[in-house]
């Protein structure tokens, strides 16, 4: 099998030209200092707000769009649909970094700890204006298509503010809150990482005008993907190794978040141990390493590994799926299972 | 002259529209608690989100574009206009509730200090992007048209977003920056102000399809309208009547805000009042009744007053001479000068 890097650098001609549209975007705009914390959030200015190559970010939602695209023969115009798709994701990390109290993104200070969180807030806002404006291009070439795609993706984006409802909604909530379920957490989860990843496939099938049932196959294939993406992501901060993944060792059990790892062991707990489980996720503040370790030793012990490794490879299983009944060429979908994987490397390791 | 209560009765049947569309736009959506804190928020729902039918806010930015697009006879085109406007207009009062702390608006709750900061921050993203979403009927039977408006409404929503920058901005510097100067308060009041009262009344001209010189009129007429607004409301809080207005007495002043009033003054102050000025607005909390009264007798003592008075009859006088040159009959004119003068009650009783 290939290295991850190496086929993912298939995505390398698509974020040079998604980055330089979004670029213009932005310039096109004024040089307020608004505009330019944008362009520091993406990646293009430096802590002094000097010039920079080295983008933050994977791009793999332009880098999806424009792949199928390709793929589809309608590459020009989906790059419009690609550039909203990356404004619109990093307006709402821009946000979610508030939500989350984080000061720090791939290194950098975020707006809101660099700038202040009302500037975090407006600067969102004002991002978000952008997804919408940087789709003007193709209303403009393609009136109809374009309508058609602006639709699509309002709908999707209020989907993924759905889901953000939803992860603060069940924060907010008891772990013994009836309403916190292994299904509805899932949704949350494919609100929030598999609806934008969905929309950047599906979109290219919408652009190309290919049938309802291959657009549906790019749906299942987006969407499953970022879906798989976040379990993934939820079981390395559990059972990864550090070293590899780069994340905080049992961050999530640390600041109590109700992943789905924690929902299933609390809904499949005796009751001894669910009233464990209640009295730590209820206290105040961070979990101490004493605590940790009683919550992880009571994942290790119940079968919630394999439950969440089954809910990710099922996910994993409809992307696979949906690769196969595309009407692509077979080297084509041999570069998607390819893809898959590098963006999936826990899928190999866990499934190991 | 007809009471001003009597003469804004003309934006009811609009209201009306407005409101009713607006509904329907978020009810479209889903029965998530995110749209029922929208429906709060807009004044559909009461305070234990049971139906009620006392909106709140006037509504005079979709009900002054309804007007010219009945005056223009586009009025149909034009309600999906009023509709995003006033859906973007609560979007950005949800957003600055959380940025100025404020509890209550209208003797309600605002979204965040009933459901807390994050959901203010989401459900105003959301209400955005409804803010787009509500131009699509208008695309769909009018593509041509619906996307020329939808680019300037773009435009406006981001010179807004711009305002609000310039305004934290200022905010945070001290007094004695040079780059706070009336000129550039004036600018970004006009932007957080003027700008969406004029994109209300000069969308109404795009969709008419009206002459440039006219487009530029209603736009005049409805910026200037904004501003001088803004303007009054600001000398209200240092020398109007609280018992009139509603407001509390001089606020403005006990929360140090860098108003056009304070800033003339620190302006145009010799070195002994400019250091005492500059000690009270760099201090830390709010000024407490001596410094206010301090503030207070400094501003009584120069031509403040004056001064902003004039750059408010500047602004109306625009807005009166922009109603003398529309292409538009005798008995419209006379109405546009009755509801600019009960849009601003001030202005009389400043000016007499």
């Known amino acids: 099998m290939k290295k991850p890097e190496k086929v993912l650098s298939v995505f390398d001609k698509y974020t040079k030209v998604v980055d330089k549209n979004i670029k213009q ?61 990356e404004i619109f994701h990093n307006f709402t990390l821009i946000h979610d970094d508030i939500a989350d109290g984080d000061e720090l993104r791939r290194g950098r200070q975020t707006v809101w700890s660099k700038w202040g969180i009302n500037h975090g807030i407006n600067t969102g806002d004002a991002q978000l204006i952008l997804a919408s ?22 709908q999707k984006y209020l989907e993924v503010a759905e889901g953000q409802f939803l992860d603060f909604t069940y924060s ?21 990482s598999g609806v934008l990843v969905g929309a950047a496939t599906q979109s290219a099938g919408i652009i190309a005008q290919v049938s309802e049932k291959e657009q549906e196959r790019l749906w299942d294939f987006g969407y499953n993907l970022g879906l798989a993406y976040q379990l993934f992501d ?22 109590k978040k109700k992943t789905l790892p924690i929902i299933y062991l609390y809904n499949n707990s005796n009751k001894q141990n669910s009233k464990v489980l209640e009295r730590l996720y209820t206290k105040k503040g961070i979990l101490n390493d004493k605590e940790v370790e009683t919550v ?36 084509k979908k041999t570069k998607l299972i390819e893809i898959t994987y590098a963006l999936l490397p826990e899928a190999k390791e866990m499934i190991a």
């Open 25 to 85: 975007t932005i310039d096109d705009c004024s040089d307020l200092l608004m505009y330019q914390m944008m362009s520091y959030f993406m990646g293009y200015l430096d802590d002094n707000l000097q010039k920079t190559t080295s983008y933050g970010g994977k791009r793999f939602r332009p880098g999806l769009c424009l792949l199928f695209a390709e793929y589809y023969n309608c590459f020009d115009e989906a790059i419009d649909v690609a550039t909203s798709l």
């Open 133 to 154: 404006k940087s789709l003007e291009g193709l209303l403009t070439r393609n009136p109809e298509l374009g309508i058609r795609v602006q639709k699509f993706l309002n």
């Open 172 to 192: 907010e909530m008891k772990i013994s809150d009836p309403s916190i379920t292994e299904n509805n957490i899932i949704d949350m989860l494919g609100r929030k």
């Open 234 to 255: 939820d079981m390395v901060s559990i059972w990864g190794n550090a070293d590899i993944s780069g994340k905080d060792e049992l961050r999530d059990i640390i600041d």
């Open 296 to 331: 992880k030793a009571l994942l290790d012990k119940s079968d919630t590994k394999q439950f969440v490794l089954q809910r990710a490879n099922k996910a994993v299983e409809i992307v696979m799926d949906s690769i196969e009944k595309l009407s692509l060429d077979k080297n």
